[in-house]
């Protein structure tokens, strides 16, 4: 019955009703999830997709890491999208899926993620569940407070989460203080393809850690969390914990779209890289971006203001009227809500306690809602039911406690197995959030399944929130370290969701729509092999006169139009990956070949009956060798 720990003693599963549990989380089989979960990869810069409430992993979409499984990163389409200003960049680390929105609710056509090693963000297409755009952000170091999007997709942000000199410069690493500075980014994300660097405002050099944007009220501004207000830049666990509040950054973007139409924006010179992956051509390419327009608070009042907040606070998050904004301090036990009406009187007020490089800071008295006295430890996220219910992690005492908006009160506590740092409610951040399950990213997973050496994977677990009390359903493995993840329900993505890729529609430059156009061309030492592929060969499958020293592009088209038959491709010796190619589809394989030989090239996905069949010869010949080019399927060139 119950599962045993290594001990043999009984554990505590922390399930009440394990025969209740069992069938809330039951999808019989050919049944489908009520809602898509996606979950950031953490450091494995990817997103994973998991229907709920079954837990079962659909998908992983490669964003800011190579793939092995679908070649993105490695084929020579892809490569352009891990592009930066530093050059190839081919992993990250993946923290906060958001979803596009209209009107404050998830809509289901996009995802965006961000990486937070070398700044970027990401939009993943939800028709295919492909990156197509990915854009770095300049004057910043650790883009975590990203990309928390605003009410109609105008804009994904990205704050600092470490300060560095802007911009960046060589100088002692103690001038921090005079030399360090902080930047606040809002990239144009309503058009794909055009996503763009619109504005940078300059702050203090703090850390800038979270955000959430507004919502109904409160739409137009957004609110980001900072620590070490201190501006220490060594043993940080200590010198940035020095002060006793911290604040809450509250931008009011609407005013910067002002004073940028105003022409208060000052063009500075950046290095930044915008990479976009076109569906006609199945091809990605990397532009170059030179300048930054920035905003200097000092010089555009009513732009900033800073809301003291108690104990580096980590999560900021706005409740679904737009009104709350909770302070998740994470050296704390209770929770700081900011009113969002107070805040405007006190600005209206003046009711400053100082200032900052020419940001008002706010009295806390003067914006405080209230204040949730938790009884836990440790606050990091909070996320809303829509009936009036808020729910916070607490990463050290282990645990999501839900309280009600307004009153303060605890309503009711659940242990997490174990360390919680994100939860997640679908529509959770949003204007109407759908409520019904909770989930709960944890961080340590030690005895909740079966051993797997020293690395265990991560544990999520999902909680039924529909009832007064929390009810654990279910434990599920993740994959990499999920921070955030945000889920909508199924049919309003699915209805958008692409079977195959049209192949009259196919601007591949080196595309190749019918068998019969295949072929084989040299070019000096570089040779093209347009290859087709159907079930259950590859056109041609016979090719000769191919050299050491050469340099030879598969180019490779899945002729299929059937949903679901993708194509791989695989060469003996070749040091890259594999392509996966969808039906439709053309990519490209880079293959050097280092010695004389016949090479085996086959499909690496079991297509048909006859897929071990699906296989060819590649004959390389010694360096200046006279073999002329050739090519066949069945004796027929
Ligand atoms: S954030 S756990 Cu990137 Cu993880 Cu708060
Ligand atoms: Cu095509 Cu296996």
């Known amino acids: 019955m119950a599962a045993c720990g290594n001990s043999g003693e009984k554990k505590d599963s922390g399930m009440m009703n394990t025969g209740d549990a069992a069938q809330k989380v039951y999808v019989a089989p050919g049944e489908y999830d009520e809602f898509y979960a996606f979950m950031s990869g953490g450091f494995s810069g990817q997103i994973s997709v998991y229907g709920l409430p079954s837990g079962r992993l659909l998908k992983v979409v490669p964003v800011f890491s190579q793939d092995a499984e679908k070649g993105y990163g490695y084929n020579e389409e892809t490569k352009p999208m891990l592009n930066t200003s530093y050059g190839f960049v081919p992993w990250d680390d993946a923290h906060h899926p958001e979803l596009s929105q209209t009107d404050g609710v998830p809509d289901g056509r996009w995802i965006f993620i961000n990486g937070n090693n ?251 809602a209230g204040t949730v006295s938790s009884g836990g430890l440790g606050p990091l996220h909070t996320e809303f039911d829509g009936k009036g219910n808020a729910y916070t992690t607490f990463f050290i005492s282990s645990e999501v406690v839900k309280w009600k908006l307004g009153t303060w009160e605890v309503l009711d506590r659940a242990p997490c197995y174990y360390s919680v740092g994100h939860l997640m409610i679908p529509g959770g951040d949003s204007k109407s959030p759908w409520g019904k399950y909770l989930v709960a990213l944890n ?63 196919n601007k591949h430059p080196h595309a190749v729509k019918n068998e019969k156009d295949v072929r084989v061309e040299r070019d000096g030492n570089v040779v093209r092999v347009y290859i087709t592929s159907i079930r259950s060969h590859f056109n041609p499958d016979n090719i000769e006169g191919i050299k050491v020293g050469d340099k030879v592009y598969f180019h490779l088209t899945n002729l299929e139009q059937d949903w679901d038959t993708p194509h791989g491709l695989s060469i003996m010796g070749a040091r890259n990956a594999e392509l996966l190619v969808m039906p439709g589809q053309t990519e490209t394989l880079v293959w050097e070949p280092q010695k004389p030989g016949v090479y085996p090239f086959y499909c690496t996905d079991f297509c048909s009956a006859l897929h071990q069949e699906m296989q060819g010869y590649i004959r390389v010949s010694p360096k200046g060798a006279n073999v002329p080019i050739k090519w066949s399927l069945d004796g027929e060139e």
């Open 443 to 505: 961080k340590i997973t030690k005895d909740r399944y079966l051993p797997t050496g020293p690395e265990m994977n991560h544990s999520a677990q999902l909680y039924d929130i529909s009832g007064d009390k929390m009810e654990l359903l279910l434990d599920f493995p993740t994959i990499g370290e999920p921070h955030y993840a945000q889920a909508i329900p199924a049919d309003i993505v699915m209805k958008n969701s692409k079977k195959i890729y049209p192949i009259e529609e």
């Open 118 to 368: 070398t700044p970027r963000i990401a939009r993943v297409d939800l028709t295919t569940f492909e990156t197509t755009e990915i854009i770095e952000i300049p004057n910043s170091g650790g883009n975590h407070s990203s990309p928390f999007i605003t009410e109609n997709s105008e804009y994904v942000v990205a704050g600092t989460r470490f300060s560095v000199p802007f911009p960046q410069k060589d100088v002692p690493i103690d001038s921090y203080k005079e030399n360090f500075k902080g930047a606040l980014t809002y990239i144009k994300a309503d058009e794909p393809g055009n996503m763009d660097v619109s504005f940078q405002i300059l702050v203090p050099g703090y850390d800038y850690d979270l955000a959430h944007s507004g919502k109904g009220k409160s739409h137009g501004w957004t609110f980001f969390t900072t620590y070490n207000t201190e501006e220490s830049h060594t043993l940080k666990e200590v010198n940035a914990s020095q002060n006793d509040k911290d604040f809450i950054a509250a931008v009011n973007w609407k005013k910067a779209e002002e004073y940028l139409k105003q022409g208060k924006g000052k063009k500075m010179p950046a290095n930044y890289m915008h990479n976009y992956y076109d569906e006609e051509t199945h091809t990605a390419t990397s532009t170059e971006k030179k300048e930054v327009t920035v905003l200097i608070p000092s010089e555009c009042p009513g732009l900033i203001y800073y809301l003291p907040t108690p104990k580096s606070p980590h999560g900021v998050d706005v409740d679904p009227t737009g009104e709350y904004i909770v302070g998740n301090g994470k050296l704390s036990a209770d929770l700081t809500v900011h009113s969002f009406d107070k805040m405007l009187t006190a600005i209206e007020n003046e009711e400053f306690e100082g200032e900052v490089d020419g940001i008002p800071i706010l009295k806390l008295d003067a914006v405080s």
